[in-house]
């Protein structure tokens, strides 16, 4: 069964930097696309960041290039966020994804809080 852990999160001043990580069990991840979404009170759930199998090719959502930076290590299959300069708007819960790259569907972690105080 797979099962996704996230970690990291919490509560920082604007311009501030946090990470999130997320460690997958239960399977073989070499070809699953990993990456993180986030959901704002009353708002839908928006794709932040994602990255390829191989680590090579990254995807960032307008709204956070040049702060966010998405890597992964096949090693431990973890994929991390790190969100440098942080905004307001950035508060959200943070949520883990990982698919199999031919799949529309995959897994969901439990989701971490991100609070950027205005």
Not at 2 to 22: P, T
Not at 105 to 116: K, L, N, R
């Amino acid at each position: 069964q797979v099962q996704l852990v996230e970690s990291g999160g919490g509560l920082v001043q604007a311009g501030g930097s946090l990470s999130v990580s997320c460690a997958a069990s239960g399977g073989t991840f070499s070809n699953y696309v990993m990456g993180w979404f986030r959901q704002a009170p009353g708002k839908e759930r928006e794709s932040v960041a994602r990255i390829s199998r191989s680590g090579e090719s990254t995807y960032y959502a307008d709204s956070v290039k040049g702060r966010f930076t998405i890597s992964r290590d096949s090693a431990t299959d973890t994929v991390f966020l790190q969100m440098n300069n942080l905004k307001p708007e950035d508060t959200a819960v943070y949520y883990c994804n990982i698919r199999p790259i031919h799949m529309s569907v995959g897994y969901w972690g439990q989701g971490t809080q991100v609070t950027v105080p205005s």
